[in-house]
């Protein structure tokens, strides 16, 4: 049981690239969920998702897409990086069950993401 | 969406008890308090959940008065490898996936 997995862990893009960050979980959760955190500051929802099939906008989602086609997967892309971007990247799964107390995050070790 | 308030930073010695209070004035009926504990480079970990009144596990206790506009996680007997940021997660379970949302929290430094 490996929990939440993201990959790549550390990316360098330069302006106007794009790339895929790839998150897996095997945790049979329904909701899957993309932060950001930036150099002293908390973390700040990308997206997310309630289940297979759709997507929600969070706090911050202009710049990004992200895709959900399989329940066990979460895709967030930049078309276009821009320097703005450069931010660590978590991850997060989590139950959708009406139980308190399964209704936690669970986090992946982060992807380090730096346009140049 | 009920808006949490923390201290930035709280500074403790080794082996003292650590509380750490978050502001939550405009709390709803159906929201939990969740607080979470995050180390450098790495994703927040799950610490405690409560509704009301006092919840302990083995990492900590969180106590919630009756009003339920603040809440206080206690660490107790604090260790090094406590230094860490602290987030309080104010929300409704219903429709938690809008409300995961993360303030600055509380940078949390444990000193010898």
């Known amino acids: 049981n490996a929990g939440v997995t993201q990959t790549p862990k550390f990316r360098v893009l330069k302006t106007g690239q794009s790339m895929t960050l790839l998150c897996a979980q095997d945790?049979?959760?329904?909701?899957m969920y993309w932060y950001r955190q930036d150099p002293g500051m908390g973390l700040r929802l990308i997206h997310y998702?309630?289940?297979?099939?759709?997507?929600a906008k969070g706090e911050v989602p202009d710049g990004y897409n992200v895709s959900r086609l399989k329940k066990q997967n979460f895709l967030l892309g930049l078309e276009s990086a821009a320097p703005s971007q450069t931010s660590l990247y978590f991850c997060a799964s989590s139950y959708s069950l009406r139980d308190p107390t399964n209704e936690k995050l669970f986090f992946g070790s982060g992807t380090q993401l730096s346009v140049l | 969406l009920a808006k949490t308030t923390q201290p930035i930073s709280m500074d403790s010695y080794e082996g003292q008890e650590v509380n750490i209070t978050c502001s939550h004035n405009?709390?709803?009926?159906?929201?939990?308090i969740t607080w979470y504990q995050q180390f450098p480079s790495q994703g927040p970990r799950f610490i405690i959940q409560?509704?009301?009144t006092k919840v302990t596990n083995e990492v900590a206790s969180l106590f919630i008065p009756a009003d339920r506009k603040s809440s206080t996680l206690s660490l107790p007997r604090v260790s090094l490898s406590d230094t860490a940021v602290y987030y309080c997660?104010?929300?409704?379970?219903?429709?938690?996936?809008?409300?995961?949302?993360f303030g600055p929290g509380t940078r949390l430094s444990v000193l010898p």
């Open positions: 409560g509704y009301k």
């Open positions: 997660l104010v929300g409704d379970i219903v429709n938690y996936g809008q409300n995961f949302v």
């Open positions: 405009n709390i709803a009926t159906n929201d939990y």
């Open positions: 998702s309630v289940g297979e099939g759709t997507t």
């Open positions: 945790m049979n959760h329904e909701y």
